[in-house]
Structures are given as structure tokens and as C-alpha cells.
């Protein structure tokens, strides 16, 4: 007889609770335990006796795609939301990038005249020179030759020697020696034409160079470039003369001011990245060139524009969604399209208005490429695989 009478309770309660869908215009979808995450696909009780609560597709009036969810499977799934708002967005881009040579300051050492190498008194790469060291001493018999025609010309004839000497850019001591002297020089020294460090050095002593070959590199390293990697979506919030922020792994907690003086005309077609630069002084050589650097850009605010924090929008990989909270545990699966993202927030183009309340964090959320058919299913499901 308790049997039966169990039975004569599951089917009154089913009979009412079909009773009760009906009348309410909703369908139900399944059934779920009071006390926990179990579903039924048909009414029945718990080990306690207690009625399977019904969950329901839609209420009257619903979009469709509308799932409602129970007060207990809300708090169960920690879901938390937000309201969409208008606002001034701040933009901060950020980027990695290494420290280069500033090009402006580079000069080379590339006689245009031939002759050999006689001593070298920079000799290593990484030296630091200033402007007119001697750099090495060198025997030219093209230079000599030119020379030998100035004790014996007219002075008409001297100014063209004169000429023919600084055409080749010999020496200037070399030049006002011979001035002095009237004497033909056999041991000349070559100079430094800027201040700098030696970053690359071919000359050696003994050997011989042709006119044009580079013997050294010298650049001034007292400023130099930081390359920055920026993405090609944020490119559009970057402009000559915004301020920058440059940190180095090599300095932790040291922060280094700078500006963004050039941006580069190219994308890389494999990174999809601009290059942005950024000068920065260099005080006693403190940065290495190659040096790793993280970039802040503080770029062109978004004025007035829709926002949602970022952890509302669901990226499926071909398109974004956000699950609207309708109130009385209904939700409601809504496509944007999404514009400037930032660490916390992301503006939205179209599907949102001001004052809608969207879900922002759940249980089944994930961070990166959430799979949006196991969420909506998580959703609509109670959870069941």
C-alpha cells in the first residue's frame, strides 16, 4: 500500500506540475533534484521524497534561445554579471620590444683613397672613442703621390692639390701639415669622426683597403631606440609624440621615460605587428642594445563608447558572444561585435545597449577560446555532460 501510494504521489505531483506548465505558458525541459545537480528527463522524487524541480525552455513573451534557471542553480554556478555602460575608455597598449642603435647617431670609418694599415690603436670592438682620436696609422701611396706635387707648383697649382686631397677626405691634420711643412708625409694618421662606441671593426694591422671599405662602425649610444612590437589591431590608438613607459627584465621595478618618435609604414605579415619607435637616453651605456623591453603606450582615449568587462564576451572563434541576464533567473545568449580591447574591459559595437546586464563570471566561463556549445549546454543542462 506505501507503494502504491508512493506512485499515487509521483503522478499527482507530475499531473500538477504538467498542470502548472501549461497554464504557465512555459515548456519544460527536464528535472532537476532540489538538493543537488541530478536530472530527470520525467517527474520523480529524491531519496527524500522531495519533488524534482521542473526547468523550463521559455516564459511566455521569451526570445527564443531563453533558458530560466533556478535560484539554487544560479548560486551553484557562481554566476555574477554587469551592466553595460557608456563611457571615456583609458587606453594603455602594451608591447614588447628590444633595444636598438639609434641610426642617427651611427657614422662609419670608409676612406675613399687605398693604403695599408700601419698600427691600429683602436684595436678591439666595444671601445668608446671621442671625436678626432686617432684610430690607426696608415701609409697611402695615392695621398703621397697627390702630396708630392705641392712643394713644386705655383700656388695656383697648390689649390689644386689642396682640392685633390680633401675630395678624397684625407686627413685634415694630414692636410695642415702639409700646409706647414711643404713636406710629403709617408706615416698618416686616420681619425675619429664621431663620438661613440665601436660596434664593428674590419680594419687589422697589415692589411690593405680599397676606397669605400667600411673599417668601423662608431655609434653614439648616449640615446637609443627601443623597437616596439605593437599589435596590428592597436596600431590605430598609437601617434607620434604619445609618452611611453619602458620597463627591462634586466632592471626590475625601474621604470624609463620616453616618447614614440616614429611609427614604421609595414606590418609584418607573419605577426601581424607594427613596429613603433621609441627614443629613450642612455646615461653611462645603463641600456644593452638587444635588450628585452616591455612597452605601455598610453594611447588615444575611445570617447563615449559602450564597455563590458571582458569576461563577459565569449569567443568562439569566429564570432562573439555575451549571455544577457534577464532577470528571474532567465538568460539569454546575445552576438556583438566587439571593437578596443583592453586588460578589463572591451567596447561593444552592436548587439548591446546602455543598461543592459550581461553575465560576467561562472563556473563554466573560461578565459581563453571558451567553447560556447558546452557553455550554453552547461546553461541549459544544469550542468549535465
Same mark, same amino acid.
Given at each position: ?7 499515487t ?19 519544460i525541459?527536464?528535472? =532537476? ?12 522524487? &529524491? ?12 516564459a ?13 542553480? #544560479? ?39 687605398? *693604403?695599408? #694599415? ?13 671625436? *678626432? ?46 700646409? =706647414? ?23 687589422v ?6 676606397p669605400?671599405?667600411?673599417?668601423y662602425?662608431?655609434? &653614439? ?5 627601443? #623597437?616596439?612590437?605593437?599589435?596590428e589591431? &592597436? ?27 616614429f ?8 605577426? =601581424?605587428?607594427?613596429?613603433?619607435? #621609441? ?5 653611462? &651605456? ?64 552592436s ?30 543542462a544544469?550542468?549535465?555532460?
Amino acid at each position: 500500500m506505501a507503494v502504491m501510494a508512493g506512485m499515487t504521489g509521483a503522478a499527482s505531483s507530475a499531473a500538477a506540475t504538467k498542470a502548472h506548465g501549461k497554464s504557465s505558458g512555459k515548456k519544460i525541459l527536464y528535472y =532537476r533534484a532540489p538538493m543537488g545537480s541530478a536530472t530527470s528527463p520525467v517527474p520523480m522524487k &529524491d531519496s527524500m521524497g522531495m519533488d524534482y524541480v521542473p526547468v523550463y525552455a521559455e516564459a511566455a513573451g521569451d526570445a527564443p534561445g531563453t533558458v530560466t534557471l533556478s535560484v539554487g542553480r #544560479i548560486q551553484q554556478l557562481g554566476v555574477q554579471t554587469a551592466i553595460a555602460t557608456r563611457r571615456n575608455l583609458a587606453r594603455t597598449i602594451r608591447a614588447v620590444g628590444t633595444v636598438q642603435p639609434d641610426e642617427t647617431r651611427e657614422s662609419v670609418v670608409s676612406p675613399r683613397f687605398s *693604403g695599408w #694599415i700601419e698600427k691600429l690603436y683602436v684595436d678591439a670592438t666595444g671601445m668608446t672613442v671621442t671625436k *678626432g682620436e686617432p684610430l690607426f696609422q696608415f701609409y697611402s701611396p695615392e695621398l703621397t703621390h697627390i702630396e708630392a706635387e705641392y712643394p713644386f707648383s705655383d700656388g695656383g697649382h697648390m689649390n689644386g692639390t689642396i682640392e685633390k686631397l680633401q675630395s678624397l677626405a684625407a686627413p685634415a691634420a694630414e692636410i695642415a701639415r702639409l700646409k =706647414r711643412q711643404h713636406m710629403v708625409g709617408t706615416h698618416m694618421t686616420f681619425t675619429a669622426p664621431a663620438e661613440g662606441t665601436v660596434l664593428k671593426k674590419t680594419a687589422v694591422e697589415g692589411m690593405k683597403f680599397n676606397p669605400g671599405m667600411t673599417l668601423y662602425n662608431i655609434t &653614439d649610444l648616449s640615446q637609443v631606440w627601443v #623597437i616596439a612590437e605593437v599589435y596590428e589591431q &592597436d596600431i590605430s590608438g598609437i601617434t607620434v609624440g604619445q609618452s611611453a613607459e619602458v620597463t627591462f627584465t634586466a632592471y626590475p621595478g625601474k621604470f624609463f621615460k620616453g616618447k614614440v618618435d616614429f611609427i614604421y609604414p609595414d606590418i609584418n605579415p607573419k605577426t =601581424r605587428t607594427a613596429r613603433v619607435r #621609441i627614443a629613450l637616453p642612455n646615461p653611462n &651605456d645603463f641600456l644593452k642594445l638587444d635588450m628585452y623591453a616591455t612597452v605601455e603606450i598610453s594611447g588615444t582615449p575611445e570617447k563615449d563608447v559602450l564597455t563590458v568587462p571582458a569576461s563577459a564576451v565569449i569567443d568562439s572563434g569566429t564570432e562573439s558572444t555575451v549571455l544577457l541576464a534577464l532577470g528571474g533567473g532567465r538568460f539569454l545568449p546575445r552576438r556583438v561585435i566587439t571593437g578596443l580591447r583592453t586588460h578589463g574591459d572591451v567596447v561593444i559595437l552592436s548587439g548591446l545597449k546602455a543598461g543592459d546586464r550581461v553575465v560576467t563570471s561562472a563556473d563554466f566561463l573560461i578565459d581563453s577560446e571558451s567553447n560556447l556549445r558546452s557553455a550554453l549546454q552547461s546553461f541549459a543542462a544544469g550542468g549535465k555532460k
